[in-house]
């Protein structure tokens, strides 16, 4: 009797066991972004698929606003210890993400979690911006951009211009005549720029392989300096400036917002802005056609280097269970499996984060239906990295663009000389690297 009883009772607890099992709720796994609209419309869309094909974890997605307030928000809830698993960071917060002391390096993460992962796959410009000094990667790459440059077709064969090519990109001297033309045609206005620190300064010397700051860009020392007050630069934000006298340049303001509008009211022919830009401009543009183009080079630039990235990747934060990062690692594989990348390039413009997905794509022949999405890709990895083209790594980068769009700024009303302007922003952007590495060091 006693040997029944004692079967009854494993049965029981067995029972009670698998029950709870069975039933148990699924771990949470917290995810902070900065994707708003459509972006975040696309950024849910893959949680679902996710949180669908599994259901040991359910990932919550939470759009904490622009980058700059979702960053800001992370590292609040990281001093109250209420921080998310993932937080997404621009990648002018890299540097300082590095160095925060509150990050499990994704590397590591995959590793531990028992994930193989091939990181030579990866596109090698997107890797190199959040790789550590030993070339391990800290952060999950996700949405990586570069800048290109929109023109709209219909203007440029008004003004008896034929399109561009998607190979080799026009000089700026070939631009600036054919502006001219397309102003004298009626126009109200050539060429407009997004972001004009990271295309017309950042990508721009990146492309020349002109360095940005000493120091490889940041990346061998805390110790860096600004070095944008070099003539290159200079000269380029001078030709910039001599071209508004003519309208062939006009100021639309630091971000996206005013030049895409601009450009989109058919007030510009020319538009430079990031890839992202794709899937905005398909959906706002109904009545003329447009076409994407490599940036402009020098003349004096046979072998033009690589663009570099923008956009932001995914930071996985200390201090959650060992079980909760085995859920962070399987949707962090999840999102870069060939599937969900191939949906969010098509979806957003944004880049393929790996060869393997490019590769898919266009077996399957989705860039001969959309060349232009192809455009950027190709732009960014037509050269090897060297050490002045794999992109910035400085401190308070945030607080230093800022600087740099005030002194643009300051050029383009007639306040200063593209000289003073740059000898400016070097001066008071070297001022905020000395308090970042006297934090740091």
């Not at 990050?103 to 997107?126: F, H, N, R, S, T």
């Not at 990062?325 to 962090?332: M, T």
């Not at 732009?379 to 090897?384: F, G, K, S």
């Not at 383009?412 to 302007?421: G, I, L, V, Y």
């Amino acid at each position: 009797m006693m040997k029944k009883i004692v079967i009854m009772s494993a049965l029981v607890a067995l029972a009670v066991f698998t029950f709870g099992e069975a039933f148990a709720k699924p771990l949470e796994i917290h995810w902070w972004h900065a994707m708003r609209s459509a972006r975040g419309e696309t950024c849910n869309f893959m949680i679902k698929k996710f949180n669908e094909s599994q259901d040991k974890y359910v990932v919550i997605g939470t759009n904490k606003g622009n980058y700059d307030e979702t960053v800001n928000a992370g590292i609040a809830a990281i001093r109250a210890k209420k921080h998310p698993h993932i937080l997404q960071s621009f990648e002018v917060g890299t540097q300082t993400m590095m160095l925060s002391g509150a990050i499990y390096p994704v590397y590591e993460l995959m590793a531990d979690a028992g994930y193989k992962v091939d990181w030579d796959d990866y596109l090698q410009p997107v890797l190199s911006y959040y790789m550590n000094a030993d070339g391990n990667l800290m952060s999950m790459p996700f949405n990586s951009s570069t800048p290109v440059m929109y023109y709209n077709v219909d203007l440029f064969k008004k003004a008896g211009l034929a399109p561009l090519s998607k190979e080799k990109p026009v000089t700026w001297d070939e631009l600036g005549d054919m502006l001219k033309k397309i102003v004298a045609s009626g126009v109200t206005g050539g060429m407009v720029t997004a972001w004009q620190s990271w295309t017309q300064i950042e990508n721009y010397s990146a492309i020349h392989n002109i360095p940005f700051a000493s120091k490889a860009n940041g990346y061998e020392g805390l110790d860096c300096e600004l070095v944008i007050n070099n003539d290159k630069v200079v000269n380029h934000i001078a030709r910039l400036k001599n071209w508004m006298g003519d309208k062939r340049f006009f100021y639309g303001g630091q971000k996206y917002q005013g030049p895409k509008s601009e450009f989109i009211a058919q007030n510009a022919a020319v538009y430079i802005d990031s890839i992202s830009g794709i899937a905005k401009l398909k959906k706002a543009v109904k009545d003329f056609t447009w076409d994407v183009a490599p940036l402009p080079v020098e003349s004096w630039m046979k072998e033009p280097q690589n663009s570099i990235i923008g956009g932001a990747s995914n930071w996985v934060l200390k201090g959650h269970s060992k079980k909760e990062y085995e859920g962070v690692a399987a949707f962090l594989a999840f999102l870069a499996t060939n599937e969900m990348q191939e949906y969010w390039h098509k979806e957003t413009g944004y880049f393929p984060i790996t060869q393997s997905a490019y590769r898919s794509l266009k077996a399957k022949g989705y860039y001969d239906e959309q060349p232009y999405q192809e455009v950027g890709i190709k732009q960014m990895t037509r050269r090897i990295p060297t050490k002045i083209s794999r992109g910035l790594r400085l401190g308070y980068f945030i607080q230093i663009r800022n600087i740099i769009n005030e002194e643009l700024e300051l050029v383009w009303n007639d306040s200063k000389s593209p000289q003073e302007a740059m000898d400016s922003a070097v001066k008071r952007s070297n001022q905020k690297l000395r308090e970042f590495e006297k934090t740091y060091k």
